[in-house]
């Protein structure tokens, strides 16, 4: 947990400060982007050790972000937890499968989002409440 580094993408700031503030709590280090271009520019440099997205976003959206990994075995070894308000009952939706680690609908549960988190970066144990 600690040391490992947590890119939110997602073009609300409140939905990031809420991430990010619960996940510091937890001691993972946090990155931040408000678009998939800036998000495909921090995956490139081989920061972040997890990604939570969401998929609908101005200038590029997460489908786009997860079409471009696709095709980037560097990219493909960062996992990517998506958070949305889109529909993820759709058929699109089922694409996504094999290529995220976790998929939650937004408005989401914290403690749900520290338990994906936690099992997606293989970590043994379940992580603190957050609610603290």
Not at 59 to 74: C, F, I, Y
Not at 87 to 92: A, K
Request: glycine residues 8%.
């Amino acid at each position: 947990m600690k040391g490992d580094r947590i890119l939110i993408v997602d073009d609300d700031p409140g939905i990031r400060r809420l991430l990010i503030a619960v996940l510091r709590r937890q001691q993972y280090e946090m990155l931040e982007a408000s678009n998939g271009l800036e998000a495909l520019a921090q995956m490139r440099a081989g920061r972040p050790d997890l990604v939570i997205m969401d998929l609908v976003m101005p200038l590029m959206s997460g489908w786009d972000v997860l079409r471009e990994r696709a095709g980037d075995a560097s990219l493909l070894r960062i996992p990517i937890v998506v958070v949305t308000a889109s529909n993820i009952q759709s058929p699109g939706a089922g694409l996504l499968a094999p290529h995220v680690c976790g998929l939650m609908a937004k408005p989401f549960e914290l403690d749900t989002i520290l338990a994906t988190v936690h099992r997606c970066l293989g970590h043994p144990r379940i992580p603190a409440p957050a609610a603290a």
